[in-house]
């Protein structure tokens, strides 16, 4: 088991600013030669305990993932002190797509609040660290998303979860296949692309945005939240001296309108939702990182395929809140704040070749979703309005309190919106 500091210096671990007390066995299996380990972290300060999930040899994980996913019962479990690792995976009907090919996946440098697992071209293994009982969106959306005939994700194959005898259960991780050779919808809109045509790619992935909204239209969730605008929190960060005068301007500018952005904010929520725009299951985190695209080639006219990813939500979220339904508006303000920041990201780098081409992404994009879902852009735009000034205040606040020098992004969204 890892010792309180290899934990500590962990990325995926969550509890950086809290004083670890202890760390100990939650629970564990021995599977193919490996360990799968489910630990309990708990704190010196009272906060709750925590639960995360561990791999003895993370290089060796194709072993564990061989033994779990490779079987054509399409369920494998595997007993620990206190209850089932548990393996799901469509039964490959004689025909096993695991074979060979799971054993040498390796774990992937880039560690964030997840662990990753690939073989190019044919597995992702997604590992989640910290464990909350109860459904885990991501596992839940891609399985209806497959199910409902929805193209633009990655195959999905299955999860791994654990079940505790005394009932609760975690997803540990999901298994997908890998798209290789694809770019990340981000680099495509910010380093520049010669055989995408921008605007056409933009307004495609609107529609595939819509045709997503639209095949979650009927999944269960829990009951919707409120849409949470941290405008008090800006209002306390709007009062610290800022950094340069630039900023500062900015900081006046914006606390002189933040009356009118409330007002403007509660008037549209307080309108009664279309049907269009009612609260269903959506994405939760969506923006250009989420994306992946492939290029056709030779094809700088056509719009490219999509694989949509992440459908975990934000991590820090509960599994309740994360599963909640929300108008579809929520992810349609989060691209267009994406590529808000893709505009500024360009612009930064212009030195380097970024081209004029990638003007009136934010508008095909709206062209897309509308002409998909059976709207207009202009009432698409009305109804979209305070989920952006929702996002722009939360970046605004972000920004302010770590990146200073990329305020004017959200400030200059929001200035707009107060006209």
């Known amino acids: 088991m890892e010792s309180m ?63 779990g996913f490779g079987s054509e019962s399409g369920t494998v479990m595997f007993r620990g002190q206190k209850g089932q690792f548990v393996f799901e995976s469509p039964a490959p009907n004689g025909q096993n797509p695991f074979a060979n090919a799971l054993r040498s996946i390796a774990p992937v440098d880039a560690e964030q609040s997840n662990s990753s697992f690939v073989n190019p071209g044919k597995f992702f293994f997604k590992l989640y660290r910290r464990l909350q009982a109860g459904i885990h969106p991501e596992a839940e959306i891609l399985s209806h998303l497959k199910n409902a005939g929805f193209g633009d994700i990655p195959e999905y194959y299955g999860s791994c979860r654990y079940v505790a005898d005394s009932g609760e259960q975690y997803t540990l991780g999901i298994l997908e296949g890998h798209v290789q050779g694809a770019r990340d919808a981000w680099k495509v809109f910010t380093q520049g692309e010669p055989a995408y045509s921008p605007v056409q790619t933009a307004k495609a992935l ?50 002189s309108k933040l009356t009118s952005l409330r007002a403007l904010a509660s008037k549209a929520f307080d309108n009664a939702a279309t049907d269009l725009f009612a609260p269903q299951r959506v994405h939760g985190d969506y923006h250009l990182g989420q994306v992946l695209v492939s290029p056709f080639a030779n094809a700088a006219d056509s719009a490219p395929a999509f694989k949509i990813l992440d459908f975990e939500g934000e991590p820090s979220r509960t599994l309740d809140y994360r599963r909640a339904k929300r108008s579809p508006l929520v992810d349609v303000a989060g691209m267009l704040r994406s590529f808000s920041y893709a505009s500024a990201c360009r612009v930064a780098g212009s030195a380097n070749g970024a081209s004029d081409s990638y003007g009136g992404c934010e508008s095909a994009f709206l062209e897309g979703y509308a002409r998909r879902s059976g709207t207009t852009v202009a009432e698409l735009q009305k109804a979209c309005a305070p989920y952006a000034i929702a996002k722009a205040v939360y970046e605004a606040c972000y920004e302010l309190e770590f990146r200073p020098g990329w305020f004017r992004i959200p400030a200059t969204a929001l200035l707009e919106y107060a006209g």
């Not at 066995?25 to 999930?53: C, W």
């Open 206 to 255: 609107g529609e595939a945005t819509a045709r997503m909204h639209a095949a979650l239209k009927d999944m269960p969730g829990t009951c919707g939240h409120s849409v949470e605008i941290p405008f008090d929190k800006l209002e306390n960060l709007l009062r610290h001296p800022a950094a340069d005068d630039s900023t500062r301007e900015l900081m006046e500018k914006i606390a």
């Open 5 to 67: 500091q290899d934990i500590a210096q962990k990325r995926w671990f969550m509890g950086k600013d809290l004083p670890i007390a202890h760390i100990e066995d939650f629970d564990r299996s021995k599977i193919a030669g490996n360990t799968l380990s489910v630990i309990q972290v708990s704190f010196a300060d009272g906060h709750a305990p925590e639960l995360y999930a561990t791999v003895e040899s993370e290089n060796g994980i194709g072993q564990i993932l061989e033994a």
